[in-house]
């Protein structure tokens, strides 16, 4: 299976901060990582699919990149809606498997 | 709307079964890969199973080989996922899941989970 490791685990921002979450695959999966943003209670939500496209209705603050191993998840101007857990998945081949979690909290 | 509302969830004991429903609203349900993904209490993401559209092809964590069965009724647009043999470590909260740009007729490989149920929460527990 491919493991998939976020870091940071947790980080404190302040509004209009630019934040950036890596995560890193232990094997090249193209482009097949996608970013999901969950607020506790809450079900996770599809930001990003494949690397870098962003689905219809999430802010253009946010943005991803990187192929290969090596992918980063961006939010150029955090907004107080923003405080919650990201996760990253690798749908490059089945067991489908998710990051960690990046806990992005309010400084 | 697109819609998933999962059901079925509880408590169990050790060693029992459940059987939790996903009806899904607002979307051709019969042309998507469906999955379900499990959420341990203050955990991360662990991803549980996965059906074709047509349910022609499915795949398992190790986890739950064995164990989980996964199936769909097209003609009900409802997802479900039968649970035997259940374990302390199968406590979570269980969401049903669209799955999207599936790659081939298995889904081997697509883009990600672009709509998603609340969830349905099961407590296995004497």
């Known amino acids: 299976d491919i493991q998939m490791t976020q870091s940071p685990s947790s980080l404190s921002a302040s509004v209009g901060d630019r934040v950036t979450i890596t995560c890193r695959a232990s094997?090249?999966?193209?482009?097949?990582l996608n970013w999901y943003q969950q607020k506790p209670g809450k079900a996770p939500k599809l930001l990003i699919s494949?690397?870098?496209t962003l689905l219809s209705g999430v802010p253009s603050r946010f943005s991803g990149s990187g192929s290969g191993t090596d992918f980063t998840l961006t939010i150029s101007s955090l907004q107080p809606e923003d405080f919650a857990t990201y996760y990253c998945?690798?749908?490059?081949?089945?067991?489908?498997?998710f990051g960690g979690g990046t806990k992005v909290e309010i400084k | 709307e697109v819609q998933l509302l999962e059901s079925g969830g509880g408590l169990v004991q050790p060693g029992g079964s459940l059987r939790l429903s996903c009806a899904a609203s607002?979307?051709?349900?019969?042309?998507?890969?469906m999955s379900w993904v499990r959420q341990a209490p203050g955990k991360g993401l662990e991803w549980v199973s996965i059906?074709?559209?047509?349910?022609?092809?499915?795949y398992y964590a190790d986890s739950v080989k064995g164990r989980f069965t996964i199936s769909r009724d097209n003609s009900k647009n409802t997802l479900y996922l039968q649970m035997n043999n259940l374990r302390a470590e199968d406590t979570a909260l269980y969401y049903c899941?669209?799955?999207?740009?599936?790659?081939?007729?298995?889904?081997?490989?697509?883009?990600?989970?672009?709509?998603w149920g609340q969830g349905t929460t099961v407590t296995v527990s004497s």
């Open positions: 059906m074709s559209g047509s349910g022609g092809s499915t």
């Open positions: 094997q090249s999966i193209s482009s097949y």
């Open positions: 899941a669209k799955v999207s740009g599936c790659s081939g007729a298995n889904c081997y490989r697509h883009h990600g989970m672009d709509v």
């Open positions: 998945q690798q749908s490059y081949s089945t067991p489908t498997t």
């Open positions: 607002g979307f051709s349900f019969s042309s998507y890969a």
């Open positions: 494949i690397a870098y």
